[in-house]
């Protein structure tokens, strides 16, 4: 099924000749279709080889979608242009020039979340572990915050470390977190070792 182009989205299509550009719309304006439309514009009016097109997208749903309609719309005649996730563009740029990624996978965010679950849980963390003034999504916390902030830097956990060492006190005024949760930060260096070694095991 082929969408018909608004006035407006004939006039980006029409007009744009190179270099960057942006289209901000809200979502269900039409921004799938007219990067499906740009594309084939791209292929049959600009004569430029499908190998050489690539869109990224951050789902691999979304990236299936762009895929379905631009074929829809240039037909099976032409090479089906590079649709992919930012993730999968990455990895593949790895694998060919870095051979300490090669057999690699990106893990999902649903396996990361099920292995936070699991080895959470194993320590008496569960999804809302809760008292009567806080209530902390432990996993959230691991998944969007502590794993990603050891990911830009290692060494933090040889700060964390140190801190909980030497200087309780200041680190719960830094971190604003209260008695009831701060024997928790002890648990992160494991928790972090654990996860590397799944990341290994696993590929």
Do not use: W
């Not at 200041?170 to 590397?196: A, D, Q, V, W």
């Amino acid at each position: 099924m082929n969408f018909k182009l608004s006035q407006d989205q004939e006039k980006i299509i029409g007009t744009y000749q190179s270099g960057y550009a942006s289209v901000l719309a809200t979502p269900g304006a039409g921004k799938t279709t007219l990067v499906s439309y740009f594309v084939k514009n791209l292929l049959i009016n600009k004569k430029v080889k499908p190998k050489s097109v690539l869109v990224l997208t951050f789902t691999e749903s979304a990236s299936k979608e762009f895929k379905q309609r631009t074929i829809s719309l240039i037909g099976k005649s032409f090479p089906t242009p590079n649709f992919m996730t930012i993730h999968s563009f990455c990895k593949r740029i790895l694998d060919n020039y870095n051979t300490k990624y090669a057999g690699l996978e990106v893990l999902n965010e649903q396996e990361k979340y099920q292995f936070l679950e699991n080895v959470l849980s194993e320590k008496g963390l569960t999804l809302n572990t809760k008292n009567e003034k806080d209530e902390f999504d432990y996993i959230d916390i691991f998944k969007r915050y502590v794993i990603p902030l050891y990911r830009r830097n290692p060494y933090m956990l040889e700060i964390i470390k140190t801190q909980l060492e030497n200087d309780n006190k200041s680190l719960m005024r830094i971190t604003g977190i209260s008695n009831l949760h701060f024997k928790y930060l002890s648990i992160i260096p494991e928790i972090i070792n654990e996860y590397e070694s799944f990341l290994k095991e696993n590929k």
